[in-house]
């Protein structure tokens, strides 16, 4: 459905407020973030999360380039 957009990642909740506040979306809706106890219990439970519920700042492969590898 093209009315409905994802927003992920650390832009905030004042993105989305903007959004909303000019009139280029009708409504926004923001969640808390999973804690990792929360994580580890679905884990431990062998399920899955659903799609998008889940965020980590950096991803892996950006997290290559940030970080050295060796001294």
């Given at each position: 459905?093209?009315?409905?957009?994802?927003?992920?990642?650390?832009?905030?909740?004042?993105?989305?407020?903007?959004?909303?506040?000019?009139?280029?979306?009708?409504?926004?809706?923001?969640?808390?973030?999973?804690?990792?106890?929360?994580?580890?219990?679905?884990?431990?439970?062998?399920?899955?999360?659903?799609?998008?519920s889940?965020?980590?700042?950096?991803?892996?492969?950006?997290?290559?380039?940030?970080?050295?590898?060796?001294?």
């Amino acid at each position: 459905d093209p009315r409905i957009d994802f927003v992920g990642g650390i832009r905030g909740t004042q993105q989305l407020a903007a959004l909303v506040d000019s009139g280029d979306w009708a409504v926004a809706f923001w969640l808390y973030p999973t804690t990792v106890e929360e994580l580890m219990a679905v884990a431990d439970a062998d399920r899955v999360m659903p799609p998008k519920s889940t965020w980590f700042e950096p991803k892996l492969r950006d997290g290559l380039f940030i970080h050295m590898l060796h001294d």
